[in-house]
């Protein structure tokens, strides 16, 4: 079946330093995937769509230029969040669907634990 | 603007219970519905729904969609202590956007 793999899992950095999360399809192509955010104890919150070869799409109060995502491939997309911040320190998982597929289910990552300390 | 609701927020039961998680959902063109299973990390897909009234299983869980009143059902017979998780319920619009409901947090007790 389509498996989405996230790395890293879990990462630990300092204020004001920036911090790269790759999402990669390994047996299918993606043109879009879908970063997710999860804060403790609440449901998953979009964030963006990104688009392969083009500019993702963000959902409403998400700083595009704080979340950036880049979708080089058609099998990996990456978001930076940068100058992190405490705030900023949540669970992110991005997902993607086997599009030749009929009615295809989106797949998870794994996730990605940020702390910013 | 689009929604996802689920109830209840959290259910403690015993194991051999039956329990139904609920989601009713208000959006424009929807495409289908979802479950997932959340345990520690990401959430595993449990079943899609498309069509009213029929309904899909797996195993002890099963579920139905009713595109009438707008709402779906995960029922979990035998529950066991491995089903304790977070049932997440999201809609799928032709905006091929994916609205999660909050979830709910099942939990069960030996």
């Known amino acids: 079946g389509a498996v989405v793999s996230q790395h890293p899992s879990r990462v630990i950095c300092k204020s004001g330093t920036s911090v790269k999360i790759e999402c990669r399809s390994l047996d299918f192509q993606a043109t879009t995937m879908f970063w997710y955010r999860q804060f403790p104890k609440q449901s998953l919150m979009l964030m963006a769509t990104s688009n392969e070869g083009s500019k993702a799409t963000y959902e409403q109060g998400v700083e595009k230029d704080k979340f950036l995502i880049n979708h080089a491939s058609l099998t990996l997309s990456t978001l930076t969040v940068t100058s992190a911040h405490p705030e900023d320190s949540s669970f992110y998982i991005c997902?993607?669907?086997?599009?030749?597929?009929?009615?295809?289910?989106?797949?998870f990552g794994n996730g990605t634990r940020l702390t910013v300390t | 603007e689009d929604k996802v609701v689920q109830s209840p927020l959290s259910l403690v039961v015993h194991e051999g219970d039956t329990v139904t998680l609920n989601c009713s959902y208000e959006?424009?063109?929807?495409?289908?519905l979802l479950w997932y299973k959340q345990e520690k990390k990401a959430p595993t897909f449990l079943f899609m729904l498309?069509?009213?009234?029929i309904e899909k299983k797996s195993g002890r869980l099963s579920s139905i969609l009713d595109k009438k009143e707008l709402f779906s059902i995960l029922n979990i017979t035998a529950t066991q202590t491995g089903d304790s998780a977070i049932y997440l319920c999201?809609?799928?619009?032709?905006?091929?956007?994916?609205?999660f409901g909050t979830g709910t947090r099942l939990t069960v007790i030996p």
């Open positions: 997902s993607a669907r086997d599009e030749t597929a009929t009615n295809s289910p989106l797949h």
């Open positions: 999201a809609v799928r619009t032709g905006a091929n956007n994916l609205f």
């Open positions: 498309t069509s009213s009234g």
């Open positions: 959006v424009t063109n929807f495409r289908s």
